[in-house]
C-alpha cells in the first residue's frame, strides 16, 4: 500500500498563502483520485480538495477559489497552494487516497495555523 508523508505546514497570517506538498512512497499513477483533508481542531477529517488520476480537481465550496490542488504522476507528489488563508484554514492536513477512511492509512499530517 502506498504510503504518504505530509509537509510544508506553518503558521501564516490572516490574508497569506502557504504550499502545502505530500511525497507517496510508490507510484500514484494508478490511483484513481487522490485528496487533501483537514482536520480542524475539535472536528472531523473532512476532504477540502481532490484530483483525479487525469488531473481534474474539485474542491468544497469554502476554500473554492483559494486553494489549487496539483499531482504529478512521475514524481508521486501532490500538492497544495492556498492563497487568501483565514483562521477557518486552521487544521491538521493530510494527503491520501481521496475515497480512505479512518481504516486506511494515514500519515502524521502536517499543522497549518492561521492566526495573526
Known amino acids: 500500500q502506498v504510503q504518504f508523508v505530509e509537509s510544508g505546514g506553518g503558521l501564516v497570517q490572516p490574508g497569506g498563502s502557504l504550499r502545502l506538498s505530500c511525497a507517496a512512497s510508490?507510484?500514484?499513477?494508478?490511483?484513481?483520485?487522490l485528496g487533501w483533508f483537514r482536520q480542524a481542531p475539535g472536528k472531523q477529517r473532512e476532504l477540502v480538495a481532490m484530483i483525479t488520476r487525469s488531473g481534474t480537481p474539485d474542491y468544497v465550496d469554502s476554500v473554492k477559489g483559494r486553494f489549487t490542488i496539483s499531482r504529478d504522476n512521475t514524481k508521486n507528489t501532490l500538492s497544495l497552494q492556498m492563497n487568501r488563508m483565514d483562521p477557518d484554514d486552521t487544521g491538521v492536513y493530510y494527503c491520501?487516497?481521496?475515497?480512505?477512511?479512518?481504516?486506511?492509512?494515514w500519515g502524521q499530517g502536517t499543522l497549518v495555523t492561521v492566526s495573526s
Open positions: 510508490g507510484s500514484i499513477a494508478r490511483i484513481g483520485a
Open positions: 491520501n487516497n481521496a475515497v480512505a477512511n479512518a481504516l486506511d492509512a
